[in-house]
């Protein structure tokens, strides 16, 4: 008997952030608030990946099979975000990276403490 394939991972958009879950238990999450670069990248034949990175570079990779109309439009919510800069990156990037959005005032760096 055969069922319906257990998908590579699964993808969970809140308002807080997004979140991304493996088969093999690994999980890649962000919060909204920490989003300071978005990026497309596209693969010959195989799914367009949304890059979300916060400003140490960690992030989320959403496949665009796994979003829906949540993710699109709490992007909307982030400053100066352009959906048809999104759309056309994803349709004409071919096998490479395309940053389609950063953040007009990125999160400074922790000031240097001392301590006694």
Same mark, same amino acid.
């Given at each position: 008997?055969?069922?319906?394939?257990?998908?590579?991972?699964?993808?969970?958009?809140?308002?807080?952030?997004?979140?991304?879950?493996?088969?093999?238990?690994?999980?890649?999450?962000?919060?909204?608030?920490?989003?300071?670069?978005?990026?497309?990248?596209?693969?010959?034949?195989?799914?367009?990946?949304?890059?979300?990175?916060?400003?140490?570079?960690?992030?989320? *990779? !959403?496949? $665009? #099979?796994?979003?829906?109309?949540?993710? &699109?439009?709490? %992007?909307? /919510?982030?400053?100066?975000?352009?959906?048809?800069?999104?759309?056309?990156?994803?349709?004409?990037?071919?096998?490479?990276?395309? *940053? !389609?959005? $950063? #953040?007009?005032?990125?999160?400074?760096? &922790?000031?240097? %403490?001392? /301590?006694?």
């Amino acid at each position: 008997m055969h069922g319906n394939a257990m998908p590579d991972s699964y993808v969970y958009v809140t308002e807080e952030g997004v979140t991304r879950h493996y088969a093999d238990g690994s999980v890649e999450a962000l919060a909204w608030e920490d989003v300071v670069e978005v990026r497309v990248r596209a693969e010959p034949e195989a799914d367009v990946f949304y890059i979300l990175l916060d400003r140490d570079g960690e992030g989320c *990779v !959403v496949p $665009r #099979s796994a979003t829906d109309a949540t993710f &699109l439009a709490r %992007l909307r /919510y982030l400053p100066d975000f352009d959906l048809d800069r999104l759309h056309l990156a994803s349709e004409s990037a071919m096998d490479g990276v395309v *940053v !389609v959005w $950063r #953040s007009p005032d990125p999160p400074s760096a &922790l000031p240097d %403490l001392e /301590y006694d």
